[in-house]
């Protein structure tokens, strides 16, 4: 059999093609999930699917499954194998990038084109999948299509959501063909799926400085959140002299300095900790603040390590509060675990690529992901492309020609040997 | 001449009668300038000093003035002397106390009455005065009164101001009775006063914690603002390692804290220094700050000394923007100079509370005042009330009656007392 290989070209000008749906005037990309942006990348990607003669299917979560049946390809099976699925998703963050889960559905795609153009046959029937609203998006459910597939989210949690404008997520998800009357049908049963493989942009800076093309993810990030309330005192800006204050922002500094103190002295590079939120109170100018609220984050590749530094941090931030006289209030928002990406998945994708003469990395992943739900269905895997800049969710996102023709050739070759070495 | 005093029994009654005029659930004062409550202070105000059979008229700014006319009382004059004007402002912040402007205007309503009752004659005429607008307020403009009257505001900057609720400023105005349209006749030429006096709360702790119940002010604070902008770079919060990021609320929460320490060491205990507000984008769970916005205020009694405290920060300020890579971006927004209040009113309000056998202190307003505005028109002064905990702006706002009582007499004798020494 010919050496397979992907077509470098076709996936430039597919980049560049769909990255005009949703481009805004400042060169980034507004796609946010069931926008007429989106749903119109939702056609542009069907179309394409449609020209290579596959079975398009929109579920009930409007997630666009493509299938492409199974073949005997010489060894005889006891029946029919499961399904082999990869793919991402096509919605983007406000004002985001073009590669942030593009990249993943348009290299699906390119696997598609590239098995028709040879007439491969595989013994699993092979399904590309385009998840819904996988960013945080109007609704606030982000990895939407994925979690219904895996069966996290039911028709239950769909009631009474709307966006900022009032609009029914119901409605909205309607109109981009999903059905929210027989949502749970959307879910799909373990004996159905054999292994689902995804790729994406690193988002950050570990591929790029060590110059390696690949990254194959060995586990995807925990994410521990929850909210910090420090109450002081509120007073006049002016008659209150600096010795007798409560000042709420000011105990507040003193604590994110401290988290972020906290999360640079852990060993693991890969235990990061933001405040990406802070709330003040009242916040006049002349008004010393009363409350600050701030939303404390923590990712890490264990529940260990997550644990290492927020109990390094709490204990700073309690001697804080006792010095300043203030009080702190805390409070879980979500503590979703690491995830373990699959051992065999992983190991095809590393041997594949040593095959094909590419360095590899293996690494967690820092982003939660679709594959992550992916995870408690099936047999799961990623592969990342190095990001520029280490730069995601901005317009400046972007990743070279180079490393995604490779990316996408461990991806073809490693779906192609999942397909031989899978016995169910 | 038999002892005149003040009647301290009215004067309780009276801020319980006004103090309800407003009152919210949480027992705090909601007379936001120009709302339905502050208009029926209004009434309530117009309605005792008509009782006193004084001439009352309601300005083109709204200011309430309240004339009792001069008699000869012995000393012969050249014609006609100007007027010694007293007062303060009936408007409150959201959920504010019932002290804070209020108090001003009761005790003067209270001198017109004691004069009234003991016939007592005076050289120059006086008036009581109540300013529009003193706090901040939905128009955003305070001082409103004050600065009319002393010809700072005009005509122009009324116009197309409206409050959140899209009210036209001048629909308020007129509503209270102003005249938007004759607007600048509500300026007073200095030649038709010869002195203003202004009694007010502390609304802090340094006559309280050294048990003197009367405070004379020497100046009143300056107060500097500018808004300081903090540019960072925004980034996944996952997949950006803790040693890439260019944090903008972190490079802030530095910033802060290094203008608390520069306010701290200053020698002057009345150089203070507040932020009040921050706004942080983009202000996402998920996203490391990008940019970090903050108003940071200064007050002092000198502008060196506010320019000492400045300048210490601003050097901290840099060197923490070139360690942390970001960028430092600074906009004047407030350079309002400390104003001293007239050496001559000083000196005859400590000179009377010392025949009183009241101590008092010398010190400096730490909140902007009416009689700020009033100084660049006539000789002004303040008597400090000391405030309970220090507490201001807030429902738990209080004065003790005794300290009241004492200062509402040397009010009174020192009205007397410049209207035998000023002759002009």
């Given at each position: 059999?010919?050496?397979?290989?992907?077509?470098?070209?076709?996936?430039?000008?597919?980049?560049?093609?769909?990255?005009?749906?949703?481009?805004?005037?400042?060169?980034?990309?507004?796609?946010?999930?069931?926008?007429?942006?989106?749903?119109?990348?939702?056609?542009?990607?069907?179309?394409?699917?449609?020209?290579?003669?596959?079975?398009?299917?929109?579920?009930?979560?409007?997630?666009?499954?493509?299938?492409?049946?199974?073949?005997?390809?010489?060894?005889?099976?006891?029946?029919?194998?499961?399904?082999?699925?990869?793919?991402?998703?096509?919605?983007?963050?406000?004002?985001?990038?073009?590669?942030?889960?593009?990249?993943?559905?348009?290299?699906?795609?390119?696997?598609?084109?590239?098995?028709?153009?040879?007439?491969?046959?595989?013994?699993?029937?092979?399904?590309?999948?385009?998840?819904?609203?996988?960013?945080?998006?109007?609704?606030?459910?982000?990895?939407?299509?994925?979690?219904?597939?895996?069966?996290?989210?039911?028709?239950?949690?769909?009631?009474?959501?709307?966006?900022?404008?009032?609009?029914?997520?119901?409605?909205?998800?309607?109109?981009?063909?999903?059905?929210?009357?027989?949502?749970?049908?959307?879910?799909?049963?373990?004996?159905?799926?054999?292994?689902?493989?995804?790729?994406?942009?690193?988002?950050?800076?570990?591929?790029?400085?060590?110059?390696?093309?690949?990254?194959?993810?060995s586990?995807?990030?925990?994410?521990?959140?929850?909210?910090?309330?420090?109450?002081?005192?509120?007073?006049?800006?002016?008659?209150?002299?600096?010795?007798?204050?409560?000042?709420?922002?000011?105990?507040?500094?003193?604590?994110?300095?401290?988290?972020?103190?906290?999360?640079?002295?852990?060993?693991?590079?890969?235990?990061?900790?933001?405040?990406?939120?802070?709330?003040?109170?009242?916040?006049?100018?002349?008004?010393?603040?009363?409350?600050?609220?701030?939303?404390?984050?923590?990712?890490?590749?264990?529940?260990?390590?997550?644990?290492?530094?927020?109990?390094?941090?709490?204990?700073?931030?309690?001697?804080?509060?006792?010095?300043?006289?203030?009080?702190?209030?805390?409070?879980?928002?979500?503590?979703?675990?690491?995830?373990r990406m699959d051992p065999l998945v992983a190991d095809v994708?590393a041997?594949?690529?040593?095959?094909?003469?590419?360095?590899?990395?293996?690494?967690?992943?820092?982003?939660?992901?679709?594959?992550?739900?992916?995870?408690?269905?099936?047999r799961?895997g990623?592969?990342?492309?190095?990001?520029?800049?280490?730069?995601?969710?901005?317009?400046?996102?972007?990743?070279?020609?180079?490393?995604?023709?490779?990316?996408?050739?461990?991806?073809?070759?490693?779906?192609?040997?999942?397909?031989?070495?899978?016995?169910?």
């Open positions: 059999m010919k050496e397979l290989r992907v077509n470098a070209a076709r996936i430039e000008s597919r980049i560049r093609e769909l990255g005009e749906i949703g481009r805004n005037a400042q060169g980034g990309m507004d796609r946010t999930t069931f926008t007429p942006a989106e749903l119109e990348a939702r056609e542009w990607l069907k179309a394409r699917l449609r020209e290579l003669a596959l079975d398009v299917r929109v579920d009930e979560a409007a997630n666009i499954w493509a299938r492409r049946e199974a073949a005997a390809r010489g060894r005889p099976v006891e029946g029919e194998l499961p399904v082999i699925a990869f793919g991402s998703h096509l919605d983007s963050v406000p004002n985001g990038g073009r590669y942030d889960g593009a990249l993943g559905v348009l290299l699906a795609l390119e696997v598609m084109q590239v098995l028709r153009e040879n007439g491969v046959e595989t013994r699993h029937p092979f399904e590309l999948v385009s998840f819904s609203a996988e960013e945080p998006n109007p609704f606030g459910l982000s990895t939407f299509g994925s979690r219904t597939v895996s069966g996290k989210l039911g028709r239950r949690d769909l009631e009474g959501v709307r966006d900022a404008h009032g609009t029914l997520l119901v409605d909205a998800l309607r109109a981009a063909g999903g059905d929210p009357d027989r949502f749970e049908e959307a879910r799909r049963r373990p004996e159905e799926l054999a292994a689902f493989l995804e790729v994406h942009i690193e988002q950050g800076l570990r591929l790029l400085e060590r110059g390696i093309p690949v990254g194959v993810v586990a995807i990030t925990g994410i521990y959140r929850e909210s910090v309330t420090v109450v002081g005192e509120a007073n006049h800006a002016g008659t209150t002299l600096m010795g007798n204050r409560k000042d709420a922002l000011m105990a507040a500094s003193e604590m994110m300095l401290a988290f972020e103190a906290a999360c640079r002295e852990h060993p693991s590079e890969e235990t990061v900790g933001t405040i990406g939120t802070i709330e003040n109170r009242p916040n006049a100018a002349n008004i010393i603040p009363g409350e600050v609220r701030f939303h404390l984050e923590l990712r890490g590749k264990t529940r260990e390590e997550i644990g290492e530094a927020l109990d390094a941090w709490a204990a700073r931030a309690e001697a804080i509060a006792a010095r300043r006289g203030v009080r702190l209030e805390r409070k879980l928002l979500l503590d979703q675990h690491p995830v994708c041997a594949e690529a040593a095959k094909l003469g590419y360095e590899t990395l293996a690494l967690g992943s820092m982003a939660g992901h679709d594959a992550a739900h992916m995870a408690s269905l099936t799961s990623m592969l990342f492309v190095p990001s520029l800049g280490g730069k995601s969710h901005c317009p400046e996102e972007e990743s070279r020609i180079e490393d995604i023709e490779k990316t996408a050739n461990v991806l073809l070759q490693s779906l192609l040997a999942l397909d031989d070495q899978l016995n169910r």
